[in-house]
């Protein structure tokens, strides 16, 4: 019976990282994509969040630089799997961002920030540097503390 039991928390465990690691892979390409788009033509991006973004609070050209810089950098610590709950957190105030003050109303942004909150909530899973270096970092001080 705690055989059974350990083989199906095993599957489970797995079926979850590859979960994990498909959420952090879309997520990541969404705002990957939209970083690109930005740096092609940096005077565009700049008109856009002069005349159509106005983020509140923030000169236009700050803001520009803050989500190019956001979005072209969180995705990558997302597919690796690194500071991972960071990495979502970050996305997230993102995507409030844009849903608040930029395209308030769009269903999209409540499904990244739905896919965001689990990637928070779960962590890379099996499948990411976290995961690697929570290995690397206990299993010498197991080994250390053995008796």
């Not at 991006?45 to 609070?57: G, M, N, R, S, W």
């Not at 500071?83 to 109303?105: K, S």
Request: net charge positive; glycine share 6%.
């Amino acid at each position: 019976m705690n055989v059974s039991c350990s083989k199906k928390t095993a599957l489970t465990s797995w079926l979850q990282s590859l979960t994990l690691l498909a959420a952090r892979f879309w997520m990541a390409k969404v705002f990957f994509i939209s970083g690109l788009t930005k740096i092609q033509s940096w005077n565009t991006t700049i008109a856009l969040f002069t005349d159509e973004y106005k983020v509140p609070l923030l000169a236009p050209q700050l803001a520009a630089y803050l989500a190019t810089t956001a979005e072209l950098s969180l995705p990558v610590l997302l597919v690796l799997g690194l500071f991972t709950p960071l990495a979502a957190l970050g996305l997230m105030g993102m995507t409030l961002v844009i849903e608040l003050f930029v395209y308030p109303g769009t269903a999209e942004h409540y499904y990244w920030l739905i896919i965001l909150s689990i990637i928070l909530t779960h962590g890379s899973g099996k499948f990411g540097a976290d995961h690697m270096l929570r290995r690397f970092w206990t299993y010498p001080a197991k080994k250390a503390f053995a008796l």
